[in-house]
């Protein structure tokens, strides 16, 4: 199973659908805002999101739904890369709640050879979040930079640092 892609691997206009999607659980929400130090009661306080917002429920914290599409993306974009570079756009499009199911899907916009060093370049992609019903909720734009093939077998190829079984 290929884990990311070289430079070369890349085409512009090229779509790489990432599976499988995730259902969002409470659990899942709660924890990331707990560990983010987020305490927004829209996320945490179902009486609260029941009796003062437009939603009448809990949404899903947004970075949340960002964290989870920027993984999914991990094995057919970023997978080899030796530097995230910049997100340069993030938009929360729609709310997202406990039970429904995230997918993810990237478009390569550009590519650019690196000036400085030839074994390297950048990939320049778009990253679209959509739930079970194809609404999307998510999207953000990224540069990633990631090695040509040059610089993969320089350093071990697909599987780099990884041991020889011995007894």
């Avoid at 929360?92 to 000036?115: N, R």
Wanted: with cysteine.
């Amino acid at each position: 199973m290929q884990f990311g892609r070289y430079y070369e691997e890349f085409e512009v206009g090229a779509v790489y659908k990432h599976w499988p999607g995730k259902t969002v659980t409470e659990y899942d929400d709660h924890l990331f805002c707990l560990l983010t130090m987020n305490h927004h009661p829209l996320h945490l306080d179902a009486h609260y999101a029941g009796e003062t917002t437009d939603f009448g429920k809990n949404v899903v914290v947004g970075n949340y739904i960002y964290s989870l599409l920027l993984g999914m993306s991990v094995p057919d974009v970023s997978g080899k890369a030796i530097a995230n570079l910049e997100v340069e756009s993030l938009k929360h499009v729609k709310p997202t709640f406990h039970g429904d199911t995230i997918y993810g899907e990237t478009e390569v916009l550009d590519k650019t050879p690196s000036k400085s060093k030839d074994d390297r370049g950048v990939v320049y992609v778009e990253t679209r979040g959509y739930k079970q019903d194809g609404t999307i909720v998510c999207t953000f734009r990224r540069k990633v930079m990631v090695p040509k093939q040059s610089y993969g077998q320089a350093r071990g190829g697909e599987q780099p640092g990884r041991p020889t079984p011995h007894e």
